[in-house]
């Protein structure tokens, strides 16, 4: 079954970077669609991007367009969300989830596979 890991969260400075990284575990991610979410303590799970299997659509939520990127590298089985002038009202655990698509698009949810999150903290 296919398994996702995240990386690269932790604590970071209002106006920083942090680029978070999403691995598949012996299973190739070609093909799937891959969302990013996240879930800050006394909120619901929200997205925050996704990606088409072929990388052709991205989409992002509102309170990130501008500053968060996704990419991929299907030769590397990962999937990248570069985050840049990080807000204190972006800490939250980000999950990455992936599910396999015969057609290239994303969605904002109905995932099957699930990582298991990495905190993210922005604070002074």
């Known amino acids: 079954q296919l398994q996702l890991v995240e990386s690269g969260g932790g604590l970071v400075q209002p106006g920083g970077s942090l680029r978070l990284s999403c691995a598949a575990s012996?299973?190739?991610?070609?093909?799937?669609?891959i969302g990013w979410f996240r879930q800050a303590p006394g909120k619901e799970r929200e997205g925050v991007s996704c990606i088409s299997g072929s990388g052709a659509m991205t989409n992002y939520a509102d309170s990130v367009k501008g500053r968060f990127t996704i990419s991929r590298d299907d030769a590397k089985n990962t999937v990248y969300l570069q985050m840049n002038s990080l807000k204190p009202e972006d800490t939250a655990v980000y999950y990455c989830?992936?599910?396999?698509?015969?057609?290239?698009?994303?969605?904002?949810?109905?995932?099957?596979?699930w990582g298991q999150g990495t905190q993210v903290t922005v604070s002074s």
């Open positions: 012996e299973f190739t991610l070609e093909g799937y669609a």
């Open positions: 989830a992936a599910l396999f698509l015969k057609v290239d698009i994303c969605l904002g949810g109905a995932y099957d596979y």
